[in-house]
């Protein structure tokens, strides 16, 4: 510990880089422990792909442990600790279950069984075909976004399964993840939503009045959001009072006869609340197998946008009772001469979205340029007559591919990579004309643009996948008994 908190104050915010070898806009590269060794994501993904007759044996280095060998209650705790804070960060089922079997292969528990679901973590262990198995599971009850300490868990996990901590030291480190503040103070995080409202109106064509409505409405309704959460109050009703002060103002303003573009507000206060990462993991889940966990996660965002629904739907029939007129329809202002004025929001919005998920501070450039790739390839697609679900999974499929060979080249999650830089094209815009075709009783125009939020939002999600599963392809993939290098999917179930 003590040469660990020597390292923090060395570097001032607990990396590992000195600063005469790093600029300090570039991110910190965080070596393997062993040269020439593939991410522990997917030496153990392999493991845990494979059926289990043909389970390679994982190429690790066991931690030097005394000769009667490490308490098997010890290391099944530890693993589901680990995982417990995998988890509630937001990372997929597959990498929780492979961080898990790492970390059990690595102290010598060879027999294990991890079991993940949304809200429960199982893991078993046999000793032999004779012996009884030891279980031990794990509830998540609170979940809390800090990929700052979700980075520092997956370096945790590389540190172990290469062999260099013993089950005490890596004990020691865990808790001091836990215990770690968040790097952003609260004052910052709340700011941070408003102004991604702020970026996000510009970014879909609005102007400085309608930017500083946007930001002032996030800022209120996630001020009161946070007064509901300080009082345990259940995440929907806070999503519903949160959405409410960006329809609010925008019905005032047009009582008022300001002219502003109703559009553009709502549809900023509507970014901070989107819940792309969760949708994000859902996705994942589902694809990589975990389908309990994926619906879990989807109901989570279903409960989530029907919150914003609710919110947003009283406020406008409350101004459609008081005489506003809203227009229902409404779309992407694409002018060419706002093009770098737009895309500098885009940039922006992400940077703030890194903030609020409390991204390491020399990760916010790569998370702007991030934003800014994306709403380029975006506009592009879109401009050469691509359908918004096509441009979306392309650029989103772009990200993902750079997110995840990053990750992998500076050792860490791909998370925070990724999520902060698909911020822009989160479709705020179609959820907004579908709730107000709605409210309005444009019940087939509402439908048809909450159908057109949700492709999106899936596409969005998607393409993060296959950028991710692509990143693969060039990396090494590990050997198995055979020697040779392969990373199976699981096979066809063909209806039964």
């Known amino acids: 510990m003590s040469e660990q908190h020597a390292r923090q104050q060395a570097d001032g915010e607990g990396g590992r880089d000195h600063p005469s070898t790093r600029a300090p806009w570039e991110p910190e590269r965080r070596p393997n422990s062993r040269a020439g060794a593939s991410p522990w994501q997917d030496r153990l993904r392999t493991q845990l792909r494979f059926s289990g007759h043909t389970a390679p044996i994982p190429i690790v280095v066991p931690a030097e442990t005394p000769e009667a060998g490490p308490s098997v209650p010890r290391v099944l705790d530890l693993a589901l600790r680990m995982g417990e804070l995998l988890l509630a960060s937001g990372e997929g089922g597959e990498d929780v279950e492979a961080a898990m079997l790492g970390i059990t292969d690595a102290y010598g528990l060879e027999r294990c069984q991890p079991n993940v679901t949304f809200v429960a973590i199982t893991l078993s262990y046999q000793p032999s075909l004779v012996e009884p198995p030891v279980t031990g599971e794990r509830v998540v009850r609170r979940r809390a976004v800090d990929y700052t300490r979700l980075d520092e868990a997956h370096q945790l996990v590389e540190d172990i399964t290469g062999g260099d901590l013993t089950l005490e030291e890596a004990y020691h480190r865990l808790a001091d993840i ?229 990750a992998r080249w500076h050792g860490t999650s ?65 050997p198995t008994r055979t020697g040779r290098e392969m990373r199976p999917a699981s096979k066809r179930t063909r209806g039964f």
């Open 178 to 406: 836990r215990r770690n503040r968040h790097p952003y103070p609260r004052w910052l995080l709340l700011l941070s939503a408003g102004l991604i409202a702020a970026f996000a109106s510009v970014m879909v064509g609005g102007g400085p009045v309608v930017a500083i409505a946007a930001c002032v409405a996030a800022l209120i309704g996630e001020r009161l959001a946070q007064l509901l959460s300080d009082r345990g109050v259940p995440e929907f009703y806070q999503f519903v009072l949160a959405s409410m002060p960006a329809a609010a103002i925008t019905v005032a303003m047009i009582k008022l006869g300001i002219g502003i573009s109703p559009y553009a507000v709502v549809t900023g206060g509507l970014f901070a609340l989107l819940p792309g990462r969760a949708l994000v993991a859902a996705v994942q889940d589902g694809l990589t197998g975990f389908y309990i966990t994926a619906a879990a996660r989807l109901l989570e965002v279903f409960y989530l946008i029907v919150g914003i629904i609710v919110g947003i739907s009283i406020v406008i029939y409350v101004g459609d009772r008081l005489g506003v007129e809203f227009a229902v329809e409404g779309s992407f202002n694409l002018n060419a001469n706002h093009r770098g004025v737009q895309l500098l929001a885009a940039g922006a919005v992400s940077l703030t979205f890194a903030v609020l998920v409390q991204v390491r501070r020399r990760l916010l450039p790569v998370a702007f340029a991030g934003g800014a790739v994306g709403w380029s390839v975006f506009q592009v697609l879109r401009e050469a007559g691509a359908a918004p679900v096509l441009a979306t999974a392309v650029a989103t499929g772009l990200l993902g591919l750079l997110g995840q060979l990053l």
């Open 414 to 478: 791909a998370l925070p990579y990724v999520i902060p830089a698909i911020g822009p094209m989160l479709p705020g815009s179609a959820m907004y004309q579908g709730m107000l075709g709605l409210s309005l009783g444009h019940t087939d125009t509402g439908w048809l643009s909450l159908v057109n939020a949700a492709s999106l939002a899936l596409a969005l999600a998607a393409g993060v996948n296959v950028g991710s599963e692509a990143a693969r392809f060039v990396l090494p993939s590990p």
